[in-house]
């Protein structure tokens, strides 16, 4: 399946879902935190949409599984 196309305020909405609060942000780059598993992830905050390619890494440094991402979403 592919990924879909997501805004950031969606992809840091989801990443809040599954534990990730907001640590900092420098510019336009927002920093979120999951004390549970102690991971980091940083998403850029912009207009456009996450590029595919980009997004896969933001999951994979997540942590968050395909079909766990796809129940995320739908919530």
Same mark, same amino acid.
């Given at each position: =399946? @592919?990924? +879909? !196309?997501? &805004? +950031? #305020? #969606? =992809? *840091?909405?989801?990443?809040?879902?599954?534990? /990730?609060? *907001?640590?900092?942000? %420098? $510019?336009?780059?927002?920093?979120?935190?999951?004390? @549970?598993?102690?991971?980091? !992830?940083? !998403?850029?905050?912009?207009? @456009?949409?996450? #590029?595919? $390619? %980009?997004?896969?890494?933001?999951? &994979?440094?997540? $942590?968050?599984? =395909?079909?766990? /991402?796809?129940?995320?979403? #739908? @919530?």
């Amino acid at each position: =399946m @592919k990924l +879909p !196309v997501l &805004k +950031p #305020k #969606k =992809m *840091i909405s989801i990443l809040r879902k599954n534990g /990730f609060y *907001i640590d900092h942000q %420098t $510019g336009s780059h927002i920093t979120l935190l999951n004390n @549970k598993t102690n991971q980091r !992830v940083t !998403v850029s905050y912009h207009s @456009k949409d996450i #590029k595919r $390619g %980009t997004l896969q890494n933001i999951l &994979k440094q997540a $942590g968050i599984n =395909m079909d766990e /991402f796809i129940k995320l979403l #739908k @919530k």
